[in-house]
């Protein structure tokens, strides 16, 4: 077992002490750019291997590292310890090697490689230890967290030494296990854990009353607290409009009153006091509290110094509501200050930026005065911080807009205290780009690329007067990509580079020619005598044909390459041909209807299939993304009618996050819509609910490398026919109209995936499955699918190409084996949630309820809405394959697809 020693791993050596001096003697074999390095960029490196080899040698348990490495203790906590130091040591020599110049690749290479090693370590350790180590470092009731044994320990995050301890998803972790502890307290179990079963787990005593705090009460007392909330908690569940603010400080003292008595005398006093923490939140969950319901009290808390004047005013109400309640956690609390804070240094920002900004453009209706940089020295770094600013000022000005109404102080009050809020100083970013483009015109082009070198183009040096332009304005104008920009500078430049395209005197071949020529001089065995003699051939025959190096030069030359490029593919080395090989003839398409046409048909539609699943993430556990932390956001002009913004993952991966103005309505449809694509076999991104900085919405992974569908009909193939085909399947099933071409990616592979489903059962129980039907609009925005079954009437596919409906059998074989249950309770939140905001569907389910039950529209419940709505998706979901038989029947004039009804493929 461990020595039960601290201090001695302060000085904890893994790796072989002759390491440093091994690195050191390998720089005589070393580039001379490499020689250059500095002594501490050295030692840097020098010190992140010795960390690294040390987290492998912990990693494997200390029994596969070299001779002379000490022995490991047998201690969890111990070992941890030694761990957590290790990975400090490497953050601080990534640090380093930054600060000396490392290029940004390799200290992302190394942070990622860092990271993962963390991860490694920590998942391989069993949830006893991860409670065990978690408890030593002050964690409280590991044993709540991770009850679910579902995808990542919670404890794995809490404990990643690789991020700092003080984040908010370490927090809210810790927070979970507390509000499970109330629960436990309140009489409540968890997972058949009681919370005796707790403290048994965790060796400890169960609490004791303590008098720190309290007011000691009589039995009398306390029932006649008891009967005071039971009174104001009726109060405020029975409240019709705004909360009146009396009727919420009776509720929040009678909570106080219960949670803080004291009386010896009564048995399970804590599991009483903790059932009326959890109830007192549930009549504040259906109240509408306003600034006028907590006004009255925030003057109270301020006066009585609980509050600080600054927090009530950059506070919404529900958030003081929580911050004043007894009930509330210390750690919630401590949240809630820092979020105002948070808001407070935004304004302060806020009007940092416009500082700088007014400068140039003193409001939104003064012109632009940008100085001139011609013969400045100090112009191009005035135009470059205005830039800057300008963008900072405009997210800025847009985050505000997401919390400044809401706060207790008057959106208007704050505007007047902080100018950079008021409409006189927006940054309207299209029409300042317009007057700086103006502005731009009238400068020279080299003094430009200063302006866009300063600010961190990459190679402005190269880069076009429009790109410079567009690149310095994308800092203030979020609809110019400066990725985008920068790739186009590169293409260009490199392009140049390379020289003029084929047809043009000296130009070179493309790079499909140069692979075709470099096949046929593989295999042909091209005759030397069709080729130009050589001024000076080589005595020694190439291995493929008995080609001379001359003569293969002289071939390609003749089959269109470049110079350049004739020389490489002589010079590059033939591979010997395999004993019994025979050169395979070319692949020619087939025949249309025959054989070899369904065979290449089939290998299409499996390339299609894998191209789409490995560039879109699997969906996971919707409580692993829940626990997650996303960082700050950055605006996303993608389009739609949502606004939206990226964000990282913990695990450094881009999400993008779309608000939800409808409380969350919307972002439950696509989430569940989503979730049954999944279930049906089909590609679609992933969606998750989620709380992002505040506001409800719904986040999603990124996919890399994509682009829309914009292809014509004309063009598809018979692969993407059948994917469209397929994925029609899907979006009736969810009632979603808004495929539109906009709405369909083709990933990196060439695949197609869904993404957007944000109209999901918006017209459920009114649409119908009928060609044209396009409620979402006609034109660019009708669905692919239908843009599809109009080209295939009017013969406007490919030669060969065809509509065809035996595709959609395993799509509705996978939707029909999905049970009614668990259909319903994927779409419970999507049913209550809409009732709630009042979505589109509402009033037709309305109706549809009043007639199941025989009552009047205006009687109906929102109860009976939802059920209402969850049967309509049950019943098409029942009825799937019948509906899709009749339309390829009825709508295509297909009468083979009349099998579908008998499940035939």
């Not at 030669?799 to 309770?825: L, Y």
Request: net charge negative; proline share 6%; hydrophobic share 40%.
């Amino acid at each position: 077992m461990g020595t039960n020693s601290k201090s001695s791993h302060a000085s904890y050596a893994i790796a072989p002490s002759d390491t440093a001096e091994a690195v050191e003697s390998s720089g005589a074999d070393t580039p001379p750019d490499e020689q250059q390095l500095s002594d501490e960029l050295v030692t840097a490196k020098t010190d992140l291997m010795v960390a690294m080899d040390n987290l492998d040698h912990i990693a494997a348990g200390g029994e596969e590292g070299n001779a002379g490495y000490p022995d490991l203790p047998e201690d969890p906590v111990e070992r941890y310890e030694i761990f957590a130091e290790q990975i400090k040591a490497a953050k601080e020599a990534i640090e380093t090697m930054k600060a000396e110049g490392a290029s940004e690749e390799e200290i992302q290479a190394q942070l990622d490689a860092l990271r993962a090693q963390s991860l490694e370590y920590l998942n391989s350790l069993s949830a006893e230890e991860l409670q065990q180590i978690a408890a030593a470092k002050g964690f409280e009731h590991p044993a709540l967290v991770g009850l679910s044994g579902k995808g990542q320990h919670p404890l794995v995050h809490w404990l990643d030494p690789y991020y700092d301890g003080a984040i908010s998803s370490k927090q809210k972790i810790q927070a979970k296990a507390l509000q499970r502890y109330d629960q436990l307290l309140a009489g409540q179990s968890l997972g058949g854990m009681t919370l005796a079963e707790l403290h048994q787990i965790e060796g400890t005593s169960l609490p004791a009353p303590g008098p720190a705090g309290t007011w000691t009460a009589t039995p009398e007392q306390f029932s006649a607290a008891v009967n005071a909330w039971e009174a104001a908690g009726k109060e405020v569940a029975d409240a019709k409009g705004i909360l009146d603010s009396e009727k919420l400080q009776n509720l929040l003292h009678a909570e106080k009153q219960i949670l803080t008595a004291h009386c010896p005398e009564l048995q399970k006093l804590e599991e009483t006091q903790g059932y009326y923490k959890v109830w007192t939140g549930d009549p504040l969950e259906i109240a509408k509290i306003s600034t006028s319901t907590v006004l009255p009290l925030v003057q109270d808390a301020i006066a009585a110094g609980d509050m600080s004047l600054a927090d009530a005013q950059h506070l919404k109400p529900r958030e003081i509501v929580d911050l004043l309640r007894t009930g509330t956690a210390e750690t919630e609390k401590e949240a809630l200050k820092a979020k105002s804070q948070a808001r407070q240094d935004q304004l302060a920002a806020l009007n940092k930026a416009l500082d700088v900004h007014s400068v140039a453009k003193h409001d939104l209706t003064s012109p632009l005065a940008l100085p001139d940089l011609a013969g400045n020295p100090e112009a191009a770094a005035q135009v470059a911080e205005w830039a800057t600013s300008t963008g900072e000022l405009h997210k800025l000005q847009t985050d505000a807009q997401g919390w400044i109404h809401g706060v207790l102080q008057p959106a208007s009050d704050i505007s007047m205290g902080n100018p950079g809020l008021l409409t006189s100083h927006t940054v309207a970013p299209k029409a300042l780009t317009n007057e700086f483009n103006a502005w731009a015109k009238e400068q020279k082009l080299g003094d430009l690329r200063d302006v866009a070198e300063q600010m961190g183009m990459p190679d402005a040096d190269k880069a076009a007067r429009a790109h410079v332009t567009s690149f310095i304005a994308s800092s203030f104008n979020p609809a110019l990509d400066k990725e985008e920009i920068n790739a186009k500078v590169a293409a260009a430049a490199a392009k140049k580079k390379a020289g003029p395209p084929v047809g043009v005197d000296n130009g070179l071949a493309s790079d499909e020619a140069v692979k075709a020529l470099q096949s046929k001089l593989i295999t042909s065995g091209a005759s030397p005598s069709s080729a130009p003699a050589s001024s000076a051939p080589s005595s020694a025959p190439s291995q493929a044909g008995g080609l001379t190096k001359e003569a293969k030069e002289a071939a390609a030359l003749s089959m269109g390459a470049s110079p350049e490029q004739a020389k490489k593919l002589a010079e590059a080395p033939t591979p010997a041909p395999a004993a019994g090989s025979v050169p395979k003839a070319p692949v020619k398409p087939a025949p249309p209807g025959s054989f070899n046409a369904k065979v290449q048909a089939l290998v299409a539609n499996l390339q299609q299939v894998k191209a789409t699943t490995q560039d879109v993430p699997a969906r996971i556990d919707s409580d692993v993304v829940g626990s997650w932390s996303f960082g700050p956001g950055k605006a996303a002009n993608l389009g739609g009618t949502y606004a939206k913004s990226l964000h990282d993952a913990p695990d450094g991966s881009s999400w993008l996050f779309k608000a939800d103005k409808d409380g969350g309505a919307i972002a439950h449809a696509e989430s569940a819509a989503s979730h049954a694509l999944s279930l049906g076999g089909l590609p679609s991104v992933p969606v998750y609910v989620k709380n992002v900085e505040g506001k409800s919405g719904s986040v999603q992974p990124m996919l890399k490398d994509t682009h829309h569908f914009a292809s014509g009909p004309k063009d598809w193939s018979q692969s993407e026919v059948d994917a469209i085909v397929r994925s029609h399947v899907g979006a009736w099933m969810v009632g979603d109209h808004d495929g539109h071409q906009a709405n369909v990616l083709r990933t990196a592979s060439g695949g197609l995936v869904r993404c957007d489903l944000g109209q999901a059962f918006k017209h459920y129980g009114q649409d119908k499955l009928a060609l044209g039907y396009a409620p979402s609009g006609g034109g660019s925005y009708d669905p692919v699918h239908q843009k599809l079954y109009q080209a295939a009437l009017s013969g406007g596919l490919g030669e060969g190409v065809k509509v065809n409906p035996a595709v959609v059998h395993p799509i509705i074989k996978n939707f029909e084996a999905i049970p009614d249950s668990q259909w319903r309770s994927m779409l419970h939140s999507t049913a209550h949630e809409g009732v709630k905001a009042g979505v589109h569907w509402v009033p037709t389910m309305r109706k549809a309820a009043a007639k199941k039950h025989g009552i009047p529209s205006a009687k109906v419940s929102s109860e009976q809405i939802a059920e209402s709505f969850l049967d309509h998706a049950v019943q098409r979901k029942q009825s799937l394959r019948e509906s899709f038989a009749n339309f390829f029947v009825k709508e295509l004039n297909m009468p083979t697809a009349a099998s579908l009804k008998h499940g035939a493929k």
